[in-house]
């Protein structure tokens, strides 16, 4: 299905995509013109209204290049990412990406898969509070309190599909996703519905359903510096997955910021 698209663009006659973030910028924009201040101009937001009330803006430019691989670095070093033992259809294995949590304390406790990891203080990463900063200052009224770093050593490394859908996130999270490193491809497919789901789960069964209702799905190019962000319902009526591709050799780090309820 085509993505609804709405470009927003702040300043007409500009190229918001060559514009990154200037308050993350390392080379903030000095430009002068004879006493004139410059005004920054935000990065370029692609909105993606999903229906239903969901909606995924995406910030292809949130972050300038080398800023970007500055945190990139940074995070790759100095994170203590393990991959934890997850149960998937019964079984356990080890999650196919290297994680670390990240939040406040005294938050409500993350658990999936069969799987509480350890949370550590944003005190111990200082580069995380910067970000965190970064992130909250694109997204007025947004509040952050926890983070779910990901990282995928190569192309095999993936996330399947899934939503996000826990309890502790209410029911209409805002979950804002940084990339970092190797562009990877980011899909969002509508949840099947009860009785979408109660007819069967074959190959017969799933022709019948391509027949009666195409599967609605997005795509989205996740690459280096990039910001996605998903609202509303996205996480009750969506999920999203980032699979496997042959072509990406290298690393690539994830960073999605959310907001645990009191
Ligand atoms: O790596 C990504 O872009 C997505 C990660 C994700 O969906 C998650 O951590 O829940
Ligand atoms: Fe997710």
Known sequence: ???????????????GDSAPNPSVSSKAAAGEREGEAK???????????????SEVVHVPRFVAQD????????LDKTIPWTRPPIRVFGRFADQPRDMCYVADEGLAVLKYSGYQPHVHSWDEFPVLKNILKAVHEALPGSYFNSLLLNRYKNGSDYVSWHADDEPLYGPTPEIASLSLGCERDFLLRKKPTKSQAAS?????????????APQQKHYFLLK????????????RDWQ???????????PRI?????HVLA
Do not use: I
């Open 1 to 15: 299905m085509a993505s609804r698209l709405r470009l927003v663009r702040p300043t007409a006659g500009t190229d």
């Open 39 to 53: 005004r920054p101009e935000p990065p370029r937001r692609e909105v993606t209204d999903l229906g239903g009330g």
């Open 224 to 235: 280096h510096g990039s910001l996605l962000v998903m609202r509303g319902y996205t996480q």
């Open 200 to 212: 069967g789960s074959g190959e017969a069964a799933r022709k019948r359903l391509k027949v009666a």
């Open 67 to 74: 800023t970007a691989w500055e945190w990139f670095d940074c």
């Open 254 to 258: 994830n960073l999605t910021f959310r």
């Open 240 to 250: 999203h997955s980032l699979p496997k591709r042959a072509k990406a050799s290298s």
